[in-house]
Structure formats: structure tokens, C-alpha cells
């Protein structure tokens, strides 16, 4: 008596997803024609594959690395110190202003509202005549100097994206083998597995 080993979780994903991700992992600017080339694919069938991995929920988000600077794009802090009872509409009339790209409640009434800006500077300093100040005490806005991120890149290697081999669970690195059984595409980490998979699922089926 076996147990055959399948991960039914599995998000399925083949060789070709698995090279795409690879090469926007190493670099988000890559081009889509880029990608096909190094995949030698074509660029729809590059679009389609990465439309569906942003469908999935594997690839979060594109961060594109630009040199603000360069553009003319200023990069803020912006602290509210507001009364309780308007932290949320005043949250609500930041979130609607483009400058707006990150904002957080906290329970502290001297920032009650802490929101990552940029834009253009001008328009950055003029944020408080560009909401309605009932109940705001205090808004300070203290420019960035340098930033410092540790998600720009796609999470690749997070919890959201696991192969294992179907035969022996371990995780798969590199290039997957992928054999189609029953419909369901199935990844192995080398063609060994994937044989003595093939010949335990066609013993099951016999017995069934
Ligand atoms: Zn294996």
C-alpha cells in the first residue's frame, strides 16, 4: 500500500511561467519582447502568461525603479494632527489626492495620520489647501532625503509561490519537469521522479 503524494494546492504554473518570473524577478524594466526573446517565445503569449500571473495573485505588483530625482518628483512624509472623530474623513480625502501613496492610522494624536507622498513639491506643500481643515490641528510635511525599500522586487520566493515534486516534495529549483496526468499538470524536480511517479499513478489507476 502507497500513498500517492499530490499536492492539490498547487497552484499550476509550468516551465515557461516559472522563466518569466525569473526574469522579472532579476529586473521589472525588462521589456515584454526581452522576456520572449530570452524565452524564445513570443511577446503575446508572454502578455498572456503574466496577465494571468497578476490574475493569480503571483505576481503582487510591477515597482518600477526610478530615479525621482531625475523627474522632478519629490518624495514627503506627511504627519496630521487631527481630532479623533475626523481622523477617518480626513484619511478618506488624503487616499482620493494622487500625491497620496501610502497612509496609516495610528492611535497616536500627534500623527494620526502618517502618509508617504511624492509628486511634485508645490503640490506636496499645498496639500492643506487642498483639503478641508475642520479638525486638523497641525500638518507637517518633512521631505525625503533617501529612501530605502525591501520590496521592490516580486516575491518570488514568498509563501504565494511553492513547486514541490509531485514525488518526492521537494522543492523544486531551477526548471521544473511538468508531465500532464489526467488533466492536471503536475511539476517534478528531475525526469527520475517523474517516472516513478508515472509508474505509481498508472498502478493506482489500474487498481481503481
Ligand atoms: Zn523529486
Redesign the pocket.
Known sequence: MFTLHVNLNMVELDNLDVKILTHMQENSRKSLQEIAKNCLTSVPTVKTRVDRLVELGIIRKFTIDIDNTKLGISEAILLVNAKPSAVSRIADELMGLEEVKELYVTPDSDAAIVSRVAGDMQRILAIQDRINLTDVNNIRVISVKSASRKDTTIPLSSSSITIS?A????KVTGDAVRKKFDEKNYF???S??QGEFEKKYTKLLAKV
Do not use: A, H, L
Open positions: 515534486c514525488y518526492c516534495d521537494k517534478f524536480c528531475c527520475t521522479c
